[in-house]
């Protein structure tokens, strides 16, 4: 274990302990807790979002498949940049009107359903533990590898930090904590990018000339087709980038964190600089990889290239930058992942538990008392899972919660606000449908089935051969939508539209998150 590493990663914790402790002194009710009172500027919560949407994942894993695979491993960048494009325009403004802590609220200001909030908050539970435990199984290979920690307890030290984010300092700690992140995250990018860029002499021409030459792909490594030969497979892929941003909980109720939508939308903006920046970033980053690293150094560090930058970082900066990158991908996790167990534990709080179980009759007090035993819950579930899930191939969690958040909740989100005769049944349907579909076809994918001896879950051939199923279960997710629509025998209440329909586009009657 490096010294420089191990104190750089205690700084790290240092510096997120003292942010929680600070932030507490500011949570003193649910709307602090959940949404940190909405007080956060347009650039704070764009940092923030940014800071949200830059994982583990993307750091580490876009920036080694650029290196193994080259322009297939760009798809992933350009996707999720695309993803910001269809959140500025369609859902950022219209869920910060209508909603006030969870998706959930945004989804029941048209249907006052019990029913509806449920399946939503459920959905919101699914996707966020899915999305967890990826981070968590990533995050102990991370710190395993950089420490020399054993993986169970790389897992433990995460799940305890990012629990007390939550309990302590609620949604204003943790949209520091991501705040803080973002910019580490951007300036040890920025550092690792010029570095490469000055060893191509600043030139783009050489650097794509030279990483033609660098890897076992030769000139390939510049044209698509290396890994996704079925264009089926890639288009889905991309929609799951694309679409799947627009559902994500733990995204979506970022909006709620400013005061109305204008901010919200300006929000937006901000992170779609910040992210793209950085996913042009990756790009120097994949190429140096490839070029200064080598293909073959990069795969046996990690088969998947996930360890590509901070190998990177140990070549061209020695062994500050080394450290330094692997503490900020440290921070990148943590940022993540409390921000999954705040999104989850307001789902059971605010929307099962006080919404459903206490029919709304819970004082504030008791709701982030509840909300702060749930976060304590959804942490022991999701590290006992994690813990388990070490020997097992975990990329179809990430694929499985992108692929329900762009089928199951995106349609319904789209309809809420844009058809005026879509109605509760509908609603439920679209979910039931969306969520169904992802796991059944994910199950059956080669993500958990493979003829080879552990290169999957089971050892078999898959009965669904694509890798992602998006591109059928977002059409089934909207066709749920319509059936349950058309077929219901419940009449949509068109007051509820018009009144939906005005509020998500002028927010009329709301001015912050403590009095809507």
Known sequence: MSVLSLTLFLAIIFLTLLITYLSSKKTKNASDFYTAGGGLTAWQNGLAVAGDFMSAASFLGITGAIALIGFDGFYMSIGNLVAFL???????????????????????????????????????????????????????????????????LSVLIVGILMTIYVIFGGMTATSWVQITKAVLLLCGSFILTFIVFAKFNFNVTYMFEHVKTATPLGEKFLHPGNKYTDALDMISLNMSLVLGAAGLPHLLVRFFTVKDAATARKSVVYSTWFIGAFFIMTIFLGFGAAAFVGFDKIVAANPAGNMAAPLLAQIVGGEF???FVSAVAFATILAVVSGLVLTSASAFAHDIYGQIIKGGSMTEKEQVLVARIASVG?????????????????????VLALGIAASANLPVILCTIYWKRFNAAGAITGMLFGLVSSVVLVL???????????????????????????????????????????LSREKANEEAFAEVLFKSNTGYGISSAKDH
């Open 378 to 398: 959804v942490a022991i579930i999701s590290i006992l899972l994690a813990i388990f899930a070490q020997t097992l191939n975990v990329a179809f969690l990430s």
């Open 321 to 323: 930058l080394f450290a």
């Open 444 to 486: 059956l994918s080669p993500n958990v089935w493979n003829p080879v001896p552990g290169a999957a879950i089971f050892t078999g051939d898959p009965i669904f051969h694509m890798a992602n199923p998006t591109i059928f279960t977002v059409p089934l997710g909207f066709l749920g939508v319509y059936l349950g629509t058309i």
């Open 86 to 152: 269809f959140l500025l325009f369609l859902v950022s403004e219209p869920l910060r009107n209508l909603g006030k802590y969870t998706l959930a609220d945004m989804i029941t200001a048209r249907f006052n359903s019990k029913k509806v909030r449920g399946m939503a908050a459920v959905n919101t539970l699914v996707i966020s533990i899915f999305y967890m435990i990826a981070q968590l199984v990533g995050a102990g290979g991370l710190i395993k590898l950089l420490l020399g920690i054993d993986y169970w």
